[in-house]
């Protein structure tokens, strides 16, 4: 048995080792479910909720609103939005007419925008009135034709929108009258004397979306995705998710410029006749009281997301008995949280357990998940249904043996089209193997074993070498958070002189454990029982909070980079000296 070919080991059940997949556009998949669920909710924001009758009839709105505004087929619409109506009904009609969304974080700086919007050759831009002082700061140094201007308020309730106005709203600096802008209410209207075709024939394999890459390894880059990458994943997700039926309610708190927000929590979702809760703002605490008041059925977030969660004092003496599947994704969920949080579940009458999925964007999102009723500690799962894992001596396309860690390499209908104006990186992410498969080189560290399941270490760039030992972040962080007084920890090296790099602990304590020497002292002592002598930390410092990254990874860069101008600041000082 060829041992690339993971779906053999399938334990999801009786989950198909292949499936069928949508051959046409992302909205005909989405528009096929409102023809059949046409009074079931879409999505609810802030309390409103939107049947997908009528989703479908803002969608074809907004779509008929571009081709007036003179979006072609092929051309790049830039979305920099939250999660809220406008920007999912914008993401949908962009596809009808055959355009492509480039998705972009509304919290990136004006410098990353311009950036964004240039690299991708933006026709149009669509963001909300608090973001538009960015987008005028850069007007001179980009080319779109059209910004188009949401506000949140047009999308609430009356009760609701008066509160916004005279909370929220009051905060946000008017824009002028005569700006060269496109207010959101005006550019649907504008659409409704569009009289001519605006449906574009699209196929399964014609591009639809571009994410862009986190960055951490040089530039972002913009990852090209097609029709079927996402209509695949629609199908893979609920595929090995049999507790998934229509109706069913996500809870949305994943940002959409990611593909873990776009492609789990709202297109998954809308393909299959979900309810997605769309949450704009994300704060632990409103994340909490939206479980608890929607009584959601999914939850999914990365660890720092259910971190924050534990915390929460709303959670107190919840009822979690509504839950079907809760998800952890975007980072290494280490063992030990993922046990304080099964156990917080458990406590609040959850029948499920936190399930590890694996993926990255240059294949959406996830492409391996735990099962159902199968985990093994440690592991991420297996991979979905048509699609395969096979783990390589790293650099080359040489295939390891089971058990030994290597470069996680996979290949499956989800995987990217290309680095946007990138071929050379595009060639050496995405090699044809001898297999005649199209796998992705991940770049991430990891091994299978005999029954299929895989187990992911870390970045590749991430790995430590001190004293000549090779020493994985991820395992020491594990021991760490396994201290009763460790809330969550992050791993570093510190360039050395003599050993190369040397090994640097950040920890957060937990809410009622103060920073002290003493309790450094404790975890000193901790680390020289658990790890080995030349893996110690020379130094454990504590931290109220770890920095995150825009989608809540811990971003241990910045603490690298916060090292290193420590050491620059020290070595000019004694050069001065």
Not at 181 to 203: A, C, L, P, Q, V
Not at 296 to 307: H, K, Q, R
Request: hydrophobic share 40%; glycine share 8%; with cysteine.
């Amino acid at each position: 048995m060829d041992k690339v070919n993971t779906p053999w080991f399938n334990n999801y059940g009786d989950v198909p080792h292949t499936l069928e997949y949508k051959q046409g556009s992302m909205w005909e998949a989405v528009n096929d479910i409102a023809e059949q669920y046409p009074d079931y909710v879409s999505f609810v924001f802030m309390g409103k909720k939107t049947l997908y009758s009528a989703f479908a009839r803002q969608v074809n709105d907004c779509a008929k609103a571009l081709k007036k505004i003179g979006i072609k087929e092929g051309d790049r619409v830039t979305i920099c939005m939250p999660n809220c109506p406008q920007g999912i009904i914008m993401f949908y009609a962009v596809n009808v007419v055959g355009a492509i969304a480039n998705m972009i974080h509304p919290l990136s700086a004006e410098k990353e925008i311009a950036f964004y919007l240039n690299d991708s050759k933006s026709v149009a831009a669509i963001t909300l009135d608090q973001f538009y002082p960015k987008f005028e700061a850069i007007r001179d140094q980009v080319s779109i034709n059209n910004l188009i201007i949401a506000d949140i308020k047009d999308a609430l309730s009356p009760i609701m929108k008066l509160g916004y106005t005279l909370t929220s709203g009051r905060k946000i600096k008017k824009i002028p009258d005569d700006a060269p802008i496109i207010r959101w209410n005006d550019f649907i209207k504008s659409g409704k004397s569009f009289n001519g075709e605006y449906k574009i024939t699209r196929t399964a394999n014609d591009p639809a979306v571009t994410l862009y890459s986190g960055g951490t390894t040089g530039v972002s880059k913009g990852i090209l995705l097609s029709n079927l990458n996402f209509n695949a994943l629609a199908a893979q997700i609920i595929a090995t998710n049999p507790v998934f039926s229509p109706g069913d309610t996500m809870l949305a708190a994943m940002p959409i410029f990611h593909g873990f927000g776009l492609g789990v929590s709202i297109h998954s979702m809308l393909a299959n006749g979900g309810k997605c809760v769309l949450v704009p703002r994300f704060t632990p605490a409103s994340y909490a009281k939206l479980i608890v008041k929607y009584r959601c059925n999914f939850m999914a977030g990365v660890p720092t997301l259910y971190e924050a969660l534990l915390r929460q004092p709303v959670m107190d003496g919840a009822d979690l008995s509504c839950l079907k599947g809760v998800y952890s994704g975007g980072d290494s969920l280490s063992v030990e949280l993922k046990k304080k949080l099964d156990t917080f579940l458990a406590d609040r009458h959850a029948t499920v357990k936190v399930r590890e999925g694996y993926g990255t964007t240059e294949c959406v999102t996830a492409s391996c998940l735990t099962p159902l009723h199968l985990a093994k500690e440690g592991s991420i799962g297996q991979p979905f249904p048509d699609t395969f894992y096979k783990i390589v001596r790293p650099g080359t396309q040489e295939e390891l043996p089971y058990g030994e860690d290597g470069e996680i390499c996979l290949s499956g209908p989800t995987t990217m089209m290309e680095y946007v104006g990138h071929p050379d990186e595009t060639a050496q992410t995405l090699q044809i193997h001898a297999d005649g498969k199209k796998w992705v080189h991940t770049g991430d560290l990891g091994h299978m074993d005999e029954e299929g399941f895989i187990y992911f270490k870390q970045r590749i760039k991430r790995m430590i070498i001190t004293s000549g030992y090779n020493v994985y972040p991820s395992q020491l962080e594990n021991i760490l958070d396994a201290h009763d007084i460790v809330q969550m920890s992050c791993i570093i090296g510190v360039p050395d002189p003599v050993k190369v790099q040397k090994i640097k602990a950040f920890v957060m304590l937990k809410p009622d454990i103060e920073p002290s020497d003493e309790n450094k002292q404790i975890l000193i002592e901790y680390c020289k029982k658990n790890i080995a002598k030349y893996a110690l930390p020379y130094d454990i410092e504590f931290r109220e909070q770890l920095p995150k990254t825009l989608v809540g990874k811990v971003a241990y860069r910045v603490l690298e980079e916060e090292e290193n101008a420590k050491r620059a600041a020290h070595e000019n000082s004694i050069a001065s000296t």
